[in-house]
């Protein structure tokens, strides 16, 4: 009972975390980075079940009340799984280069599939040609044969400009892999010895609990 109840707690923060981004679209991808922090902090407490429980039962019910949230579909299908790939990889592969790479190439699989899904069914084509028209107008380019060029289809239903924007969105996925892979490396140093040790003043945590 004790542990369910911790349980409730993780996922309600991790909703309400989530929630910002329904306000403020613009905190999607931050909202879901914040989220994903407590998930690895579960992780840390309680174990790997413990943890993906609190990221499935998040992911759930952020979909349930928050269909339309764009932070909760990066939760769900980049962010939230992330620090517990890392903990796997890191403790079980001993090469740490071979272990950010296989991060790095999840992340950017599940952050990709966001993209497309954004693309498909949030960008229309007059959204694209408006973009285009700007892009033109701004360097004084003649947008016409652009737009005919960007426009044409080129694979997975995506026109040549929306393959353009969705491997540019990759390369920073898998760029911005390495950048969390690295900050939750720091962070589980960073919360062992300096939050938890509070936490245990508070009675927050026990001091018997075994990080696993």
Do not use: Q
């Not at 998930?39 to 759930?60: N, P």
């Amino acid at each position: 009972m004790h542990l369910l109840t911790r349980g409730a707690i993780y996922t309600a923060l991790c909703v309400a975390l989530l929630s910002l981004s329904y306000f403020f679209e613009s905190l999607d991808m931050a909202a879901a980075l914040l989220a994903s922090v407590f998930v690895y902090i579960a992780r840390l407490e309680h174990g790997a079940t413990f943890s993906f429980t609190i990221y499935l039962a998040t992911s759930i019910l952020g979909f349930l009340l928050m269909s339309l949230n764009t932070g909760v579909v990066f939760f769900a299908l980049a962010y939230g799984w992330f620090p517990l790939l890392y903990a796997i990889t890191a403790l079980k592969i001993r090469k740490p280069w071979f272990a950010r790479f296989l991060t790095g190439l999840a992340f950017t699989a599940g952050f990709s599939f966001v993209v497309i899904l954004f693309l498909n069914v949030f960008v229309s084509e007059m959204d694209m040609t408006d973009y285009i028209s700007g892009i033109c107008e701004f360097f004084s380019l003649d947008a016409t044969p652009i737009i005919e060029k960007f426009s044409a289809p080129f694979i997975l239903g995506l026109s040549t400009g929306e393959s353009v924007m969705f491997l540019g969105y990759a390369l920073f996925a898998f760029l911005f892999s390495l950048l969390l892979y690295t900050f939750f490396n720091k962070f589980t140093l960073f919360y062992v010895y300096k939050i938890r040790p509070r936490l245990e003043k508070a009675g927050v945590v026990k001091n018997d609990t075994k990080n696993k």
